[in-house]
C-alpha cells in the first residue's frame, strides 16, 4: 500500500524556521514527483512547492520562493521542506502528496498523507 506520514509540524514564532518531512512507502520513490501542499480553513488547498525525483527538478509557488526549501533523500524515501523565514501568513495544514509528475493543483495527486499543522505566531 502506498503510504506517505508528514511530520515536523509546531508552533513557531515569525521568522523562525520548521522541516516538514514526508517519509513514503509502497512506490518507487525516484519515479515519482512529491509535492508539499497547504490548506487553511475555508480555503480550497494550495500547492506551494513539488520535486520531481525523477529529474529533480524543484517548483515553489512565488510566496515561499527563498524561504522554503525543497530536498529529497532516496536513501530512506523522505522528502523535506525547509522553511525559514516564516510569516503568520504560512498558518496552515501542510500536506504531502504523491504523484508521476508536479502539478500544482491537488486534484492531480493521487496518494496523501496526513496533514501536519504549522502556526506563527507573530
Known amino acids: 500500500d502506498v503510504q506517505l506520514q508528514a511530520s515536523g509540524g509546531g508552533l513557531v514564532q515569525a521568522g523562525g524556521s520548521l522541516r516538514l518531512s514526508c517519509a513514503t512507502s509502497g512506490f518507487t520513490f525516484d519515479d515519482y514527483a512529491i509535492a508539499w501542499f497547504r490548506q487553511t480553513p475555508g480555503k480550497e488547498r494550495e500547492g506551494i512547492s513539488c520535486?520531481?525525483?525523477?529529474?529533480?527538478?524543484?517548483f515553489y509557488v512565488d510566496s515561499v520562493k527563498g524561504r522554503f526549501t525543497i530536498s529529497s533523500e532516496s536513501a530512506n524515501n523522505t522528502v523535506y521542506l525547509q522553511m525559514d523565514s516564516l510569516k503568520p501568513e504560512d498558518t496552515a495544514v501542510y500536506y504531502c502528496a504523491a504523484e508521476t509528475a508536479c502539478g500544482s493543483s491537488a486534484y492531480l495527486f493521487e496518494y496523501w498523507g496526513q496533514g501536519t499543522q504549522v502556526t506563527v505566531s507573530s
Open positions: 520535486i520531481n525525483n525523477s529529474n529533480g527538478k524543484t
